[in-house]
C-alpha cells in the first residue's frame, strides 16, 4: 500500500484501530505510511505514548473532558482533530484559544456512507464559518466512503470510488476558490484505497489492508494470497460426520456476519482455510459451529487438529484477542501485545 501511495503521489496514514499494536504501526511507518490515523483519543494517547508523533483523529471530537485531553495531547504530538459541528467546533476553538494555541482540525464529509459528516453542499459556508474561530487551524477534508463495502460488483465499486475521490477534489477546488484552502484532503478505505485517490485527493486512510480478511475476499478485492490473518481453533468436538465443534467463538472470531451474506451462502462467520466444504455457519460466545456442505461423504476431522480460519472483520479478531503471533515466510518473528486494545474511549 506504501508503494502504491507513493506512485499515486498520497500521504499513507493507515488507520491502526486495525491492530491497535505499536509493533505492526512501526512496520508501517518504516515501509513508507507518513503518519497513523486512530478513531479515539484514548488510541491517540497509546501511540503517542508508543513514540508516534504524526497522528490524525478521523472520529468526531466532542464534551469537554475530551476537548481537554486533546489540549495536552497535541502539546506531546502533532495530533489533527475531526469536526463535523459548529457546536464541537466552537468548544475546541475556546479551549485552545484558552492556552494560546490553535487546534489543526479536518471537517468530516459525508460522501455516501451517511454516518458522520456534513452534506458536500453544505461545507463551504461551514468552512467560512470555521476559519473564523480563534482557536482552529482549518487543515482540510476527510471522508470515510464506507459505503463502497456494499457494492459487490468491482467495476461498480472502483466506479464508486471515483465519484467520492471527485468530489472530495472538487470540493477543495471550491474551497480553494473562496480563499479557505484545504491543504489536504483525506480519503479512505481498504478495498478502494488506491481507486478513491484521484487527482486532488492528498492522503489515504486504509485501515483493514495491512492484514485483509474474508470481508474483502469475499468482495473480490484481493485474493486470498493477501489475507494475512489466521485465527487458529482447535477442533474439540465432532458429534456426528456432518458436524463439529472448534474453540473459537464470538469471543475470538467477532460477531460481525461476513457482508453481503444471504441466507444459504457459506461462511457466514469465517472461511476455513484448506478445508473446503466445512461452513463455519454459526458462533456462540466460546464455540463454532461447523456443517458439512461440501456433498458426498463428509471430510473428516480430527478431534485437537488445528484449523486456520479467515476472519470476517479483521479489526475486531485484534480488539477481541489482544495478541498476535507475526509470521514471516514461516518463521515467527514476533509475539506483540496490542497494546492500544481496550483503548475505545
Ligand atoms: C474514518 C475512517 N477512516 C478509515 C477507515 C479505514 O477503513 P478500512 O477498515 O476499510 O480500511 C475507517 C474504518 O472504519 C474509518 O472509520
Known amino acids: 500500500m506504501s508503494g502504491e501511495a507513493a506512485r499515486l503521489g498520497v500521504d499513507l496514514y493507515p488507520h491502526v484501530k486495525t491492530h491497535r499494536t505499536m509493533e505492526y504501526a512501526q512496520l508501517q511507518i518504516d515501509s513508507g505510511a507518513r503518519g497513523l490515523t486512530v478513531a479515539k483519543l484514548s488510541e491517540a494517547e497509546a501511540f503517542i505514548d508508543g513514540g508516534f508523533r504524526e497522528l490524525l483523529m478521523a472520529y468526531p471530537i466532542a ?30 476553538s475556546g479551549a485552545f484559544a484558552e492556552v494560546g494555541r490553535r487546534a489543526e482540525v479536518m471537517l468530516a464529509v459525508d460522501t455516501g456512507s451517511h454516518r458522520e459528516g456534513l452534506a458536500p453542499t453544505d461545507v463551504p459556508a461551514f468552512v467560512r464559518q470555521l476559519v473564523m474561530l480563534p482557536g482552529i487551524e482549518f487543515r482540510g477534508i476527510l471522508t470515510h466512503e464506507g459505503h463502497v463495502y456494499t457494492v459487490e460488483d468491482p467495476a461498480a465499486r472502483e466506479a464508486v470510488a471515483h465519484v467520492v475521490g471527485d ?26 484505497a488506491t481507486q478513491a485517490a484521484r487527482p486532488g485527493v492528498t492522503e489515504i486512510r486504509p485501515g483493514s489492508y495491512a492484514f485483509y480478511d474474508a470481508t474483502h475476499l469475499r468482495l473480490g478485492a484481493v485474493g486470498i494470497e493477501r489475507c494475512a490473518v489466521r485465527v487458529l481453533a482447535t477442533v474439540v468436538s465432532h458429534p456426528a460426520p456432518d458436524r463439529a465443534l472448534i474453540d473459537a467463538g464470538s469471543k475470538a472470531l467477532g460477531a460481525d456476519v461476513l457482508r453481503n451474506w444471504r441466507d444459504g451462502d457459506p461462511w457466514r462467520h469465517g472461511i476455513v482455510i484448506g478445508r473446503p466444504g466445512w461452513d463455519l455457519y454459526q458462533l456462540s460466545e466460546e464455540h463454532g459451529w461447523l456443517r458439512w456442505i461440501g456433498g458426498g461423504t463428509p471430510t473428516p476431522l480430527a478431534i485437537g487438529e488445528t484449523l486456520q480460519v479467515l476472519p470476517v472483520h479483521v479489526c475486531a479478531v485484534f480488539h477481541i484477542m489482544g495478541s498476535s503471533y507475526a509470521v514471516e515466510d514461516a518463521r515467527l518473528v514476533g509475539h506483540w501485545s496490542s497494546q492500544a486494545r481496550d483503548r475505545s474511549q
Open 167 to 192: 468530489l472530495m477534489a472538487q470540493l477543495a477546488a471550491e474551497l480553494a476558490e473562496q480563499g479557505t484552502p484545504a491543504e489536504i484532503v483525506s480519503t479512505g478505505t481498504s478495498p478502494t
Open 63 to 92: 464534551g469537554e473532558a475530551k476537548i481537554r485531553r486533546a489540549v495536552d495531547l497535541t502539546s506531546r504530538a502533532h495530533l489533527r482533530l475531526t469536526v463535523d459541528s459548529l457546536e464541537a467546533a466552537s468548544a475546541l
